[in-house]
């Protein structure tokens, strides 16, 4: 279902409490359907998803009121175009040391996978030279004290009703900072289930 984009902009800010020199921060710059999350500590940030190229504006003006200079990572969760197309338009404006996408961002395929997905984001990163790093299950990655691990999806569909193949291909990831365990679901169709497994509270504002 599509959200209601008459208040597109505005901005859902958690700060987590944690006994630490500085809080971790989270950013969910509203783009209409899909994601836009900037996650920062005082000396890490990185974006989870970043919305469609139309809305790049929309997500590039609030980063630049935040103060941000550069970003340790961006990360896709699937290759659909309301969650990574803006990543392009991101990289092009901000240093990025790297970027992390789940096997397909390079083997999209027309018939369960809209490629204009990759199409802003692939010229981006070849443009700038960022380095690409594919993420699967079983990675672990960590920004200063934040930790990510990607859980999902265990299975790659390749074949299918377009929508229901990439949501089925959403990356799942874990963020550890402190105490607190969140996660980040993408469009996973069977996010519930981790959740149950995992424990940890999560994030779906698609």
């Known amino acids: 279902m599509e959200n209601d984009r008459s208040d597109e902009g505005k901005i859902k800010k958690i700060n987590c409490n944690i006994k630490k020199s500085y809080d971790l921060e989270m950013h969910f710059i509203n783009v209409g359907r899909g994601d836009a999350i900037l996650i920062r500590t005082a000396d890490k940030t990185i974006m989870i998803d970043g ?55 390079h083997t999209c395929n027309p018939t369960y996978c809209n490629s204009l997905a990759q199409k802003y984001v692939l010229d981006s990163i070849k443009k700038n030279k960022i380095p690409q790093i594919i993420i699967k299950p079983g990675d672990h990655l960590e920004f200063g004290e934040m930790i990510i691990d990607v859980i999902a999806p265990l299975h790659t569909k390749t074949t299918g009703q377009m929508h ?10 874990i963020l550890t900072y ?12 069977q996010s519930n289930n981790l959740l149950k497994k995992y424990g940890t509270d999560y994030f779906d504002i698609d």
Do not use: C, W
């Not at 929309?58 to 990543?87: E, R």
């Not at 105490?179 to 996973?188: A, S």
């Open 51 to 105: 919305g469609y190229y139309s809305t790049k504006n929309t997500v590039l003006s609030y980063i630049k009121a935040l103060g941000v200079t550069k970003f340790d990572a961006l990360i896709g969760s699937h290759m659909h175009n309301d969650h990574i197309q803006a990543h392009g338009p991101i990289i092009d404006n901000y240093p990025v040391d790297k970027v992390y996408y789940p096997q397909d961002i």
């Open 164 to 173: 229901n193949a990439e949501n089925y291909n959403s990356s799942n990831f």
């Open 178 to 189: 402190g105490k607190n365990r969140i996660m980040f679901t993408g469009d996973y169709v």
